[in-house]
T-cell receptor
Framework: GAGVSQSPSNKVTEKGKDVELRCDPI?????LYWYRQSLGQGLEFLIY????????KSGLPSDRFSAERTGGSVSTLTIQRTQQEDSAVYLC????????????FGSGTRLTVV | AQSVTQLDSQVPVFEEAPVELRCNYS??????LFWYVQYPNQGLQLLLK??????LVKGINGFEAEFNKSQTSFHLRKPSVHISDTAEYFC???????????FGDGTTLTVKP
């Protein structure tokens, strides 16, 4: 596709449930990033995939968070046993090879935990 | 540790006035610097970037930014703003070999008629 696609655009879930957020990067972009944007705050880095290298998971806030990238393309961010503090907009971005090209962001998934 | 500070959380200006949005980053030998813009109800998009070379970089919509290594700053400027420039602006820095960008908390620019 022409841009980075994220689904769903909105997700409301009950506390304690698991959720999966999906990201389809731009075709040919080898780098894929997940960030979280809480209300009135900046972007918090979560995880970064680059080609076939081991992902940089240094930003994941707890072991309830995990992500995978299949076939070097689509990525899924999974949050287990959701908590109210997980409510945020989850942003996916991709880049041609590395961050020097700048990111192309998706429109995000707004997650609300009730 | 990487850090980015956007010195103003909100900047209100009148239409056709000049504007400067300030950004400072923690010191490092080599960095890449970016400004992103998020218009209301839209995703973030790249406004401009500094990788190397000339310290003055020009971006879309008439914006420019100047890299100042001694002051570890990368301030964004526009000589005359329009109502349509109302948006949130994010400064980001990548320390070479880090692989990912660290973002500031954002500056909300509001242009008033």
């Amino acid at each position: 596709g022409a841009g980075v696609s994220q689904s769903p655009s909105n997700k409301v879930t009950e506390k304690g449930k698991d959720v999966e957020l999906r990201c389809d990067p731009i075709s040919g972009h080898t780098a894929l990033y997940w960030y979280r944007q809480s209300l009135g705050q900046g972007l918090e880095f979560l995880i970064y995939f680059q080609g076939n290298s081991a992902p940089d998971k240094s930003g994941l806030p707890s072991d309830r968070f995990s992500a995978e990238r299949t076939g070097g393309s689509v990525s899924t961010l999974t949050i287990q046993r959701t908590q109210q503090e997980d409510s945020a907009v989850y942003l996916c971005a991709s880049s041609l090879a590395s961050t020097v090209y700048g990111y192309t962001f998706g429109s995000g998934t707004r997650l609300t935990v009730v | 540790a990487q850090s980015v500070t956007q010195l103003d959380s909100q900047v209100p200006v009148f239409e056709e006035a000049p504007v400067e949005l300030r950004c400072n980053y923690s010191s490092s030998v080599s960095v890449y610097l970016f400004w992103y813009v998020q218009y209301p109800n839209q995703g973030l998009q790249l406004l401009l970037k500094y990788l190397s070379g000339s310290t003055l970089v020009k971006g879309i919509n008439g914006f420019e930014a100047e890299f100042n290594k001694s002051q570890t700053s990368f301030h964004l400027r526009k000589p005359s703003v329009h109502i349509s420039d109302t948006a949130e602006y994010f400064c980001a820095v990548t320390y070479t070999n880090a692989g990912k960008s660290t973002f500031g908390d954002g500056t909300t620019l509001t242009v008033k008629p």
